[in-house]
């Protein structure tokens, strides 16, 4: 009985690491909330009753986790958040329920996050404006839809975003919403900007200096907006602000397989691939980010930082 207990819960973990490195699991949000879920389910049915061997398990469990995807700090954060007080609990019940606890506050502050986004966010776009969207993030499509059904007859052009084409994903969900949507493909996107009023993007990552880590491509719409002065707003939850960056940690930005981007055969073997999956969008690029404790600018990121972490960024590994 034991040993098919811990093979169900290395299970929850394997499916959750390979949902997300393989791109079944999108979003930052998404991926933090599977991670905080697959905790959840490791502390839920974990077989032992050992405090210690509980705690260098969970540990193991969060690590493996991580993996998956190093760049989303929502991952770090939701992962984190789950394990609150477990080094603190005196009995492993404590522990145990404090993971189950955490991972399922965690999960619901989020989706209460993405709608209270999407409440502020909308405020922003004005009956009549032009919208530009990158990638697929349900926080921006929130703050779009919510701004449809406030009744503002808006357009939006949603970009391919390759080579995982997650545009496709972008436009069935902003049709779904009744939104006025074109695709265009990411090389388009500075010949359409002179149309666009205002861009909508979502977060990766958030540093200290209020520079943004998002899909690659990200950077080169800001620019574009910048040059065309459409402004440009990053919708995030506050849990993908990276602290540890407040200390000189780098974002590690991840490289994905060529097989993304060019099939076996079809370039000489001594022709290099980049694929990077997140690009950098200086803060310069950016005038608003919005969240769910309401819209700063990206110089205000540091302070809020300080104030959400405060003594315990010290800890942080």
Same mark, same amino acid.
């Given at each position: 009985?034991?040993?098919?207990?811990?093979?169900?819960?290395?299970?929850?973990?394997?499916?959750?690491?390979?949902?997300?490195?393989?791109?079944?699991?999108?979003?930052?949000?998404?991926?933090?909330?599977?991670?905080?879920?697959?905790?959840?389910?490791?502390?839920?049915?974990?077989?032992?009753?050992?405090?210690?061997?509980?705690?260098?398990?969970?540990?193991?469990?969060?690590?493996?986790?991580?993996?998956?995807?190093?760049?989303?700090?929502?991952?770090?954060?939701?992962?984190?958040?789950?394990?609150?007080?477990? $080094? *603190? =609990?005196?009995?492993?019940?404590?522990? +145990?329920?404090?993971? &189950?606890?955490? #991972?399922?506050?965690?999960?619901?502050? !989020?989706?209460?996050?993405?709608?209270?986004?999407?409440?502020?966010?909308?405020?922003?776009?004005?009956?009549?404006?032009?919208?530009?969207?990158?990638?697929?993030?349900?926080?921006?499509?929130?703050?779009?839809?919510?701004?449809?059904?406030?009744?503002?007859?808006?357009?939006?052009?949603?970009?391919?975003?390759?080579?995982?084409?997650?545009?496709?994903?972008?436009?069935?969900?902003?049709?779904?919403?009744?939104?006025?949507?074109?695709?265009?493909? $990411? *090389? =388009?996107?500075?010949?359409?900007?002179? +149309?666009?009023?205002? &861009?909508?993007? #979502?977060?990766?990552?958030?540093?200290? !200096?209020?520079?943004?880590?998002?899909?690659?491509?990200?950077?080169?719409?800001?620019?574009?907006?910048?040059?065309?002065?459409?402004?440009?707003?990053?919708?995030?939850?506050?849990?993908?602000?990276?602290?540890?960056?407040?200390?000189?940690?780098?974002?590690?930005?991840?490289?994905?397989?060529?097989?993304?981007?060019?099939?076996?055969?079809?370039?000489?073997?001594?022709?290099?691939?980049?694929?990077?999956?997140?690009?950098?969008?200086?803060?310069?690029?950016?005038?608003?980010?919005?969240?769910?404790?309401?819209?700063?600018?990206?110089?205000?990121?540091?302070?809020?930082?300080?104030?959400?972490?405060?003594?315990?960024?010290?800890?942080?590994?």
């Amino acid at each position: 009985m034991v040993r098919f207990r811990l093979q169900v819960v290395n299970d929850i973990i394997r499916t959750t690491v390979s949902d997300i490195k393989d791109m079944r699991i999108r979003g930052a949000g998404r991926i933090a909330r599977a991670g905080a879920t697959a905790l959840v389910g490791f502390a839920d049915g974990y077989a032992g009753r050992d405090l210690e061997q509980f705690r260098k398990d969970l540990r193991v469990a969060a690590g493996t986790i991580l993996s998956s995807r190093p760049t989303a700090v929502s991952l770090w954060n939701g992962v984190h958040y789950s394990m609150r007080g477990v $080094d *603190s =609990a005196e009995t492993f019940e404590a522990a +145990r329920d404090l993971v &189950v606890d955490n #991972g399922k506050e965690f999960c619901v502050n !989020s989706e209460q996050a993405v709608a209270k986004i999407a409440k502020i966010g909308a405020k922003r776009i004005k009956d009549g404006d032009v919208l530009m969207t990158h990638c697929n993030s349900s926080v921006a499509i929130g703050v779009i839809a919510e701004a449809v059904r406030q009744g503002k007859d808006i357009k939006v052009f949603a970009t391919e975003s390759r080579p995982w084409r997650q545009g496709i994903l972008t436009v069935n969900d902003l049709s779904k919403a009744g939104v006025d949507t074109t695709l265009i493909i $990411d *090389s =388009a996107v500075r010949s359409v900007m002179s +149309r666009v009023d205002r &861009v909508f993007v #979502g977060a990766d990552t958030i540093t200290s !200096s209020g520079s943004l880590i998002n899909k690659i491509g990200t950077s080169q719409v800001a620019m574009a907006a910048s040059e065309a002065r459409a402004e440009v707003n990053v919708c995030s939850e506050t849990y993908k602000f990276s602290p540890k960056t407040m200390f000189g940690d780098v974002v590690t930005i991840e490289e994905r397989d060529i097989s993304e981007v060019v099939k076996p055969g079809e370039i000489p073997e001594d022709v290099a691939v980049f694929n990077p999956v997140f690009d950098t969008t200086p803060a310069k690029y950016i005038d608003n980010i919005i969240t769910e404790i309401g819209i700063m600018a990206p110089g205000a990121v540091y302070g809020v930082m300080a104030k959400m972490f405060g003594e315990s960024i010290f800890d942080l590994e």
